[in-house]
């Protein structure tokens, strides 16, 4: 603890206010905002997950506006169950699968399903770009969804996020992978 003058009482808050440091460093941690070396392997999700996801996907491509204006409530509760996805294991869950492709491609043909969708992902691949946490992880991202990074990467050097998903339902389409 902080030795204090053998002053008044009023001096010794004063004291302690202007010399704050070691009284309140002590009590008060600072979290540092060292970022984690975490591997793309180690990122999370779950078959739960998956799940949500997959619900997600198939409701906005098979279901119709009032259907889902009707049932937007459970997409949202969905959508907050997978809010703590990477954006990029969020996608590799749809671009692995050739069926959700499909109601991507349905999704994105769709102004309002695409709106939808995108005001979800994009903030998340902006916000993970800022913490500088995409870079590190795009060479295993395309090597899981089986696309050439080179093909992928002026899609997020220009963070053109409803372009990149664009460009992956056309690519997956066109090669069948």
């Known amino acids: 603890m902080q030795d204090l003058p053998n002053n008044t009482p ?8 202007a010399n704050p440091r070691p009284f309140f460093g002590a009590i008060v941690r600072i979290p540092t905002n060292k970022p984690k070396d975490e591997s793309y392997e180690s990122l999370v999700c779950s078959e739960h997950d998956k799940a ?11 279901k119709g ?8 409530g459970h997409l949202k509760d969905l959508g907050t169950q997978v809010e703590h996805l990477h954006p990029l294991k969020f996608m590799s ?3 692995s699968y ?3 492709m499909s109601h991507m ?4 043909d769709d102004y309002f399903k695409r709106t939808g969708f995108m005001d979800g992902l994009g903030p998340s691949l ?10 590190q992880y795009l060479d295993k991202f395309a090597q899981e969804i089986n696309v050439p990074l080179e093909k992928m990467a002026p899609y997020f050097r220009s963070h053109d996020w409803e372009g990149l998903v664009e460009f992956l339902i056309d690519y997956k389409e066109k090669t069948h992978a």
Not at 10 to 17: F, N, P
Not at 52 to 62: A, P, Q
Request: charged residues 15%.
């Open 10 to 17: 009023a001096q010794a808050i004063v004291h302690l206010v």
């Open 52 to 62: 949500c996801i997959h619900e997600i996907v198939t409701t906005l491509g098979e």
């Open 65 to 72: 506006k009032f259907y889902l204006l009707f049932n937007q």
């Open 93 to 95: 869950s749809i671009f």
């Open 98 to 100: 050739q069926h959700l």
């Open 105 to 108: 491609a349905d999704i994105f």
């Open 126 to 135: 902006t916000l993970e770009a800022g913490r500088n946490k995409l870079n």
